[in-house]
């Protein structure tokens, strides 16, 4: 028996309208998304991996609803995308699906205490139960003390703001949890105090890991597969072994070619 995606795209793509260079030029096109076909399996990890302007944000909005495509569809848990849909009609995929953003200082309201920020999905989604119980189940997995629920952004560290993230990502329970560069503005200890956390996380609550990054290494140890950007394209995709030890494509050998070994 074959198991549906959780994810599934098919010609997505996306193009920009840019400024004429004068007035009777014609119009130019930047493509951020060649067409592109895109599975991600019910319980997997994905790693998209390239350098900066290789697609890889685009894409990741364009399967959550967060951009509307050029051409193509996407599919979540067999249903439809539609990003021109409202808010509110959109509440399903909000629900199936959590992100941790690359910056912990600019991703989270410094108006706002820990228990507003980490119940906000909770009540924005219509999530039932105990909403402040749940903000203190949360923190306590990822590592902050319950009592903590008070206090404001200011008052942690990078480290601590990216945990809080992350609370706030997992606290309606989504199928889905997607990472664009989480770790990148984190110091290496505590990198690795998050890439053990959201390992564990994964493993207990079965969670489908959509993972962007810059760092190899990050892909390396939490992802089963791994896709390639280059120009906009996936130009290399499957099993995170085979891709990093026996790439195939030029681009993916001069990626990791590319990346600093100490002797």
Same mark, same amino acid.
């Given at each position: 028996? =074959? +198991?549906?995606? $959780?994810? &599934?795209? &098919?010609? @997505?793509?996306r193009r920009y309208t840019l400024p004429r260079e004068t007035l009777f030029s014609a119009r130019r096109e930047n493509v951020a998304l060649a067409p592109t076909d895109l599975d991600v399996a019910r319980g997997s990890s994905l790693g998209v991996i390239g350098e900066s302007g290789s697609g890889k944000s685009t894409l990741i909005r364009l399967l959550l609803g967060l951009d509307r495509p050029t051409t193509g569809t996407v599919e979540v848990d067999g249903r439809p995308v539609d /990003? /021109? !849909?409202s808010a509110r009609s959109l509440h399903w995929l909000r629900r199936q699906t959590g992100i941790v953003f690359q910056d912990p200082y600019a991703s989270l309201d410094p108006r706002m205490t820990v228990e507003r920020i980490v119940a906000e999905p909770l009540w924005a989604l219509g999530v039932g139960g105990d909403h402040r119980g749940r903000v203190r189940e949360v923190l306590a997995d990822v590592g902050l003390e319950p009592d903590m629920a008070s206090r404001y952004p200011h008052e942690f560290s990078g480290g601590q703001r990216q945990r809080i993230a992350l609370a706030r990502a997992i606290a309606h329970?989504? !199928? $889905?949890l997607v990472g664009d560069e989480p770790l990148s503005a984190l110091d290496v200890t505590v990198r690795a105090q998050i890439l053990e956390l959201l390992a564990r996380l994964r493993r207990r609550d079965g969670l489908t890991l959509l993972l962007v990054s810059?760092? =190899?290494g990050v892909v390396q140890s939490l992802c089963d597969t791994v896709a390639v950007m280059k120009d906009g394209a996936i130009v290399e995709h499957? /099993? +995170? /072994?085979? $891709? @990093?030890l026996r790439p195939q494509h030029a681009y993916t050998r001069r990626l990791l070619a590319s990346i600093p070994v100490i002797g």
């Open positions: 028996m =074959v +198991t549906q995606p $959780v994810i &599934r795209a &098919r010609g @997505l793509s /990003a /021109a !849909a329970r989504p !199928a $889905v810059h760092d =190899v499957g /099993a +995170t /072994a085979d $891709v @990093l």
